[in-house]
Nanobody, 121 residues
Framework: QVQLVESGGGLAQPGGSLRLSCVAS????????MAWYRQAPGNQRELVAV???????NYADSVKGRFTISRDNVKNTAYLQMNSLKPEDTAVYYC???????????????WGQGTQVTVSS
């Protein structure tokens, strides 16, 4: 059974930090790209950061220099370190695992249940 279990969300003050974790099970973690998405009320889900199976990273412009994505292939866990938080970072954050599964380029995705991050004074 595939599971992605997020934790680490909560309330932070502007300028503060939070660290999200995503523990994966039920699939071969090291072969998947791992990503964090977020969705604020009334907005579409947006990509925050991604780390490939080889360790390369990419970030949304809005979080560059403040957020860091990482992974531990021994612990089957992905992380999102969020520093210098802003009220506009408030959203539900979702963990995603994805990979291309055939020569036609079809993609398989798994999603976590989401964790709420609220940035407010």
């Amino acid at each position: 059974q595939v599971q992605l279990v997020e934790s680490g969300g909560g309330l932070a003050q502007p300028g503060g930090s939070l660290r999200l974790s995503c523990v994966a099970s039920g699939f071969t973690f090291r072969f998947d790209d791992m990503a964090w998405y977020r969705q604020a009320p009334g907005n579409q889900r947006e990509l925050v950061a991604v780390i490939s199976s080889s360790g390369s990273t990419n970030y949304a412009d809005s979080v560059k220099g403040r957020f860091t994505i990482s992974r531990d292939n021994v612990k089957n866990t992905a992380y999102l370190q969020m520093n210098s938080l802003k009220p506009e970072d408030t959203a539900v954050y979702y963990c995603n695992a994805g990979r291309i599964v055939n020569v036609e380029g079809a993609r398989r995705d798994y999603w976590g249940q989401g964790t709420q991050v609220t940035v407010s004074s």
